[in-house]
């Protein structure tokens, strides 16, 4: 008994010592970081963080910093311009011969030459590295063969690739695609240096790249600190020391950290701050376009919206939408309401058009009614909207579209959601084609290119065709436009394929999305580029 | 004593595979993960079968199950859908929730049955009523306002604390989390302490320890305390399970990478390895503290015996 009595006690008093000591402990308050360093918020990167296997923002931040490929998208315009290529030829837009400028280097010293974008082109494409973005090489000859859409691979490299010198090499496309020189600013492009390869284990826990910042530490799941590379030989020199980027499970959280100024900067303003943001920053806000919108798609593979009128039928359901309102009401304008398919990023040149949608974008109940009616009115009476519940604040305006459809139609039961709980069971029912009505579509564009916006969403059978849509002239008008050498010509059929779209509303536009981000008193020149991410290396610690 | 903990511990065996079953089912039932990975497009079907390969998925559940258990026993707890162990999510997740854990715990045992003591001798007296009233609130309050509303005031309208902890999380840093995730539990510890307090100080063992002289202090810690804690002992000891485990709130509030951040992360993201590895971790520690409670009845209680 003696015995117990003294454990308790002795509990007790490490209890006591603990927060006695816990208490004396707390000093270190402060701002975010020691001088030129920027602490911004981050996620945890879904997938490990190589550049053909990170397809969201979180990892592509990171890959951002540390990479520079062939073709850099301008942070403002958007435009691709050349990063690393000295010069891309090609005479029929199949053949291409591709020069890497002199002087470049990893920061671990390794030059780059023709051969490290070779080998990480080959690397990504092959079926046995599990590359998620493997897709980005698949005009590439060879692909079928090192990408088998089933059975193994039988070689380990693209045909069409060849190294013809130190700093040449050439590629050879599958199809004619004159554009495909823009696609090279993704990340998924870059030049990867030898220690990938041999030693790939350590390189996933501390990479090794070409772009204006090197990993100092990087701590996986937490936090990430990179340091200004000073040897860097590009133009767009880091204008900050460093960048640590730290992980937040909650941008609530990550929010109430900069306004208690532990934080300089927050790349993603929740959605319930969004009220507060303007008494809380001030100017220290911005809010953007970037390269995202928001679509509804429709299961085409259902018969009962795939009906001869269903083009009204789908057209009276996008007017039946009061987008203004939903985007000024539930997201405090952080949305533009959509006037076509692409984005506001792509600018008139690139293939943004604020009329190609015309009537067919705009509220009108009246009209709404009739379309709906004689397109056979919703099949079964009643629709229910798919959407995952898990992320964002898709119920709010999936309730808020439902509402302004069943107003519009006076039927209170015309329209309701249906949350699905996961993001990956939201995928899973929409690839096995169960989904039992209209469904949530969003798009961030992969390169600022109007045939992003529009081949893989809407062309038969692509990557992102959730709801199976299929017309042969959009299909033709496609095909055209990628042969077409001449990039206006190109994008303005292009236009044409997109009339196609919205003629048979193969899905309803609702509106743009921007990029927001908020900012501390440590630091300035913030700007976030057309894919909504933080210019990191413009920031400037005051 | 020898014999009973053995008994208690084969009991577990078959506590564990149930529970490692259930859990295993239940993530499959949300369905196929690998969809999930490709963003808003259709992965490409040959790297989805090369990525359910690799994570085991092209086999039937109980083919899965069975794999999985028997790497478990050689202790790999298979990788997370970033290419990361679950066994290394798991050394940098512990050790921040058994730190957590143990300063809500702490704040349970000293605060909790100090106040239970205190209002249990003074039952009517203003200071009961006083601190019976605070408990209630505490209790009808969700953690997750207590939270935000201590992250909002402490965080930055005053600046005391960091509103969210650091990647090391040490103790000091997790003082007022700790404190949140405590609450509502300290607010029970009160309350139990204080009735159990309350009806042993009328028992007769009690009056015979005062009319055998002793003084004041010595009949209420030896005597009377010592019989009122088993029943907070044992509400504290399965506490122990629950707070690690549901500290998910609190975790997310302040920014923690410990478990249920990384339970968290599992279920959204569908990655079965991570989340039964996580709760089979947490179904032990349940047992084994379950057990250690059941032990701590003898010392309390010499009337207690096992056998």
Redesign the interface.
């Known amino acids: 008994?003696r015995?117990?009595?003294h454990?308790r006690w002795a509990?007790?008093a490490v209890?006591?010592a603990?927060?006695a000591?816990?208490?004396g402990?707390?000093g270190d308050?402060g701002g975010g970081g020691a001088s030129g360093i920027v602490s911004a918020s981050w996620g945890?990167?879904?997938?490990?963080l190589e550049p053909a296997n990170t397809?969201?923002v979180q990892g592509g931040k990171v890959l951002d910093m540390l990479f520079r490929g062939l073709k850099r998208y301008d942070p403002k315009t958007g435009e691709a311009q050349d990063m690393l290529a000295e010069k891309i030829d090609t005479t029929d837009s199949t053949n291409f011969t591709i020069t890497v400028k002199d002087g470049w280097t990893f920061s671990n010293g390794e030059a780059v030459t023709a051969k490290s974008f070779v080998d990480a082109w080959n690397y990504g494409a092959d079926?046995?590295n599990?590359?998620?973005n493997?897709?980005f090489f698949g005009y590439i000859e060879g692909y079928d063969k090192i990408?088998?859409?089933?059975g193994e691979p039988t070689t380990k490299t693209l045909s069409g690739l060849k190294v013809t010198g130190e700093r040449t090499f050439t590629v050879k496309l599958s199809q004619k695609f004159s554009t495909w020189p823009e696609t090279l600013g993704y990340s998924a492009f870059a030049p990867l240096p030898q220690a990938f390869f041999s030693d790939h284990d350590s390189w996933?826990a501390k990479p090794v790249g070409n772009g204006p910042y090197a990993v100092d530490s990087y701590?996986?799941?937490?936090?990430m600190s990179l340091r200004k590379w000073d040897d860097y030989p590009g133009s767009d020199k880091a204008q900050n020391g460093g960048v640590d980027l730290?992980?937040?499970?909650?941008n609530n959280?990550?929010y109430?950290?900069l306004?208690?100024?532990?934080?300089d900067l927050v790349d993603d303003v929740p959605a319930s701050q969004l009220k507060n943001v303007k008494a809380d920053l001030g100017d220290r806000y911005i809010n953007t376009p970037a390269g995202i919108i928001q679509t509804l798609a429709f299961p085409f593979y259902d018969d009962a919206w795939n009906g001869p009128n269903g083009e009204k039928l789908r057209t009276g359901l996008s007017r039946a939408i009061n987008r203004q309102q939903i985007t000024d009401t539930i997201f405090q304008k952080t949305r533009t309401p959509a006037k076509d398919w692409t984005s506001p990023v792509l600018g008139e040149d690139g293939g943004f058009s604020d009329t190609l949608c015309g009537d067919a974008c705009d509220y009108n109940p009246t009209e709404a009614k009739k379309l709906v009616a004689e397109g056979g009115g919703i099949p079964g009476g009643s629709m229910r909207v798919s959407y995952n519940a898990?992320?964002g604040s898709h119920k709010d305006w999936v309730d808020a579209v439902c509402n302004s459809i069943n107003n519009a139609l006076g039927n209170d039961r015309a329209c309701v959601g249906n949350p699905i709980?996961?993001?990956?069971?939201?995928?899973?029912q929409?690839?096995q084609s169960k989904m039992p009505g209209p469904f949530r579509?969003?798009?961030?564009m992969d390169y600022p290119l109007i045939q992003n916006f529009l081949q893989?969403l809407y062309y038969t059978n692509a990557?992102?065709n959730?709801g199976k849509w299929t017309n042969d002239e959009f299909d033709k008008l496609v095909d055209q436009a990628n042969a077409e050498s001449d990039t206006a010509k190109a994008v303005e059929t292009f236009k044409q394929a997109e009339e196609v779209v919205r003629d048979q509303m193969a899905a309803i536009p609702l509106w743009y999305q921007n990029g927001s981000a908020g900012y501390s008193t440590r630091i300035s020149n913030v700007k976030l580029n057309p894919f909504s991410v933080p210019v990191y290396d413009e920031i400037k610690v005051n | 004593m020898g014999r009973y903990v053995i008994r208690r511990l084969l009991q577990m065996i078959p506590v564990f595979f149930g529970a490692t079953l259930l859990i295993f089912l239940m993530v499959n039932v949300m369905g196929d993960p690998i969809a999930g990975l490709c963003g808003q497009r259709q992965c490409d079907p040959a790297t989805a079968a090369q990525l359910r390969k690799e994570f085991g998925l092209d086999k039937p559940v109980w083919q899965q199950y069975l794999t999985y258990m028997g790497h478990v026993f050689t202790g790999d707890f298979g990788t997370a859908f970033n290419g990361q162990p679950v066994t290394e999510l798991m050394a940098s997740a512990f050790p921040v929730t058994i730190r957590l854990t143990i300063v809500a715990i702490c704040f349970e045992i000293i605060i909790g049955i100090t106040l239970g003591v205190l209002t249990g001798l003074r039952r009517g007296r203003p200071i009961d009523t006083t601190i019976l009233l605070l408990t209630l609130v505490v209790i009808s309050v969700p953690t997750f306002v207590t939270g935000l509303l201590l992250q909002l005031l402490l965080g930055v309208e005053w600046g005391i604390i960091k509103p969210a902890v650091s990647p090391e999380a040490p103790f000091n840093e997790l003082l007022i989390p700790g404190l949140v995730l405590a609450s509502v539990s300290l607010a029970y510890v009160t309350r139990l302490t204080r009735t159990s307090i309350a009806e042993n100080a009328r028992s007769d063992y009690v009056r015979t320890a005062k009319a055998k002289g002793l003084p004041r202090r010595r009949v209420i810690t030896r005597h009377l305390l010592r019989n009122s804690l088993i029943p907070v002992v044992t509400f504290i000891g399965t506490d122990i399970g629950a707070l690690m485990g549901g500290a998910i709130v609190t975790e997310r509030i302040f920014n923690i990478h410990g478990v249920g951040y990384q339970l968290y992360q599992g279920i959204v993201r569908q990655n079965t390895q991570t989340v039964v590895g996580f709760v089979t971790v947490l179904v032990l520690v349940f047992l084994l503290a379950n057990l250690i409670v059941d032990l701590l009845y003898a010392v309390l209680d010499p009337r207690i015996r096992y056998a």
């Open positions: 008994m015995g117990a009595t454990a509990v007790c209890a006591v603990l927060t000591t816990a208490c402990g707390g308050s945890d990167p879904q997938n490990p397809n969201e079926l046995r599990n590359q998620r493997a897709y990408h088998p859409d089933s996933l701590s996986r799941g937490s936090q730290k992980v937040y499970t909650d959280t990550a109430t950290d306004t208690a100024g532990n934080l898990d992320t709980g996961t993001f990956a069971d939201f995928r899973n929409i690839t579509a969003g798009w961030q893989p990557s992102s959730d």
